[in-house]
């Protein structure tokens, strides 16, 4: 896989530039690691010393009519990189602007892998062909394995908990290390096991791995969707029987 990287550093946090630049130097060959933001201003001074570290390609983008245009800039750049260097078949747009949706979708158009490094609740993941949530490589949110078994036994036996209940089992353990109230950004060190969805002001956990381990197979699942509408009925309100299904077992 040939990687392109387009990074908006006015919309995400230089904490993850180091884990995101090491997690894709192991998936292929990256051909363009390129920054964007306005690098006079102070508030992107945080980001200088990543830059050379990780062998980013700093772009300068001016403020139009105090106006951000490093939208404007990234897309041109990214649509440049496009006609010059068709060997490129995987774009990867960290950000959560919804500015970049048309890019995304002449990139699909063209065959062109297209992964969104953003936050759950921006538009853009929805136009890329992956979305990985911008927590996986925020080390604030790194946890080992040794969690998972806690966070497992934390379910309770439940299928689903709200996150008010999941908390209340996770505090019974000693030397729990760990932001509370953002609890929900841990889970994407375990996305196997678990599916956190978020519904009007609510989080709830659903316990994908429990579900798995009783209906074994697609096929099994597929034969049970009966009993597993009345016994998952809580959850199926939340994500219908075909999304949870892929969610399973693809």
Known sequence: MNIGIYIDADNVSYKISTDLI?????????FIKKIFGDWSKLDSKNWIKYVNSNGLEPIQCFRQNKKQSTDICLITHLLNDLYHYPIINHYIIVSSDSDYIYACQSLKKLGKRVTIIGTDDSLLKNYGTEFININKF??????????????????????????????????????????????????????????????NTRIYIIYLTKIRNEYESKEIFIENISNIKTK??????????????NLMYN
């Open 232 to 245: 998952l009925k809580d959850i199926l309100k939340l994500v219908n029987e075909n999304e949870l299904l």
């Open 138 to 199: 925020n080390t604030k949110y790194k946890l080992d394995n040794n969690y998972l078994e806690v966070f497992k036994n934390s379910m309770n036996n439940n299928y689903m908990l709200s996150k008010s209940k999941f908390i209340k089992y996770l505090k019974t353990y000693s030397n729990i290390n760990i932001d509370f109230k953002k609890i929900e950004n841990y889970f994407e060190n375990f996305k196997i096991d678990f599916l956190i969805v978020k519904k």
């Open 22 to 30: 090491s997690y894709y130097e192991n998936s292929g060959d990256i």
